[in-house]
């Protein structure tokens, strides 16, 4: 198994830019794809951005395309995501999460599909 470990949430003002980061233990990062999902209070959690073993393959949620960049760094175990643009709609607690497959060009989008999950680190973005 591989285990994730979130940092960089915070509190911040709509309009700013944040950037969280998913460190991984895992000494076959490469072998996995990578996502990040949201969970708001009272709702349910909800996908927002994932990326395939190599890098060469990404996916967003509608609500979040064009404004939010997912990156990996296979070198460092490192999955990042950068949220620019951030509004308030964007407060939740923010997840990373990998799953496994043999295929290197695949981003699932459904929560399902993800075996692995860390802790969460909370994003607040206030008005």
């Known amino acids: 198994q591989v285990q994730l470990v979130e940092s960089g949430g915070g509190l911040v003002q709509a309009g700013d830019s944040l950037r969280l980061s998913c460190a991984a233990s895992?000494?076959?990062?490469?072998?996995?794809?990578l996502g990040w999902f949201r969970q708001a209070p009272g709702r349910e959690r909800e996908f927002v951005a994932s990326i395939s073993t190599t890098g060469g393959t990404s996916s967003y949620a509608n609500s979040v395309k064009g404004r939010f960049t997912i990156s990996r760094d296979n070198a460092k175990n490192t999955v990042y995501l950068q949220m620019g643009s951030l509004e308030p709609e964007a407060t939740a607690v923010y997840y990373c999460?990998?799953?496994?497959?043999?295929?290197?060009?695949?981003?699932?989008?459904?929560?399902?599909?993800?075996?692995?999950w860390g802790q969460g680190t909370q994003v607040t973005v206030s008005s």
């Open positions: 999460a990998a799953g496994r497959v043999f295929a290197t060009i695949v981003a699932p989008t459904a929560e399902r599909v993800y075996s692995y």
């Open positions: 895992g000494r076959t990062f490469t072998n996995y794809y």
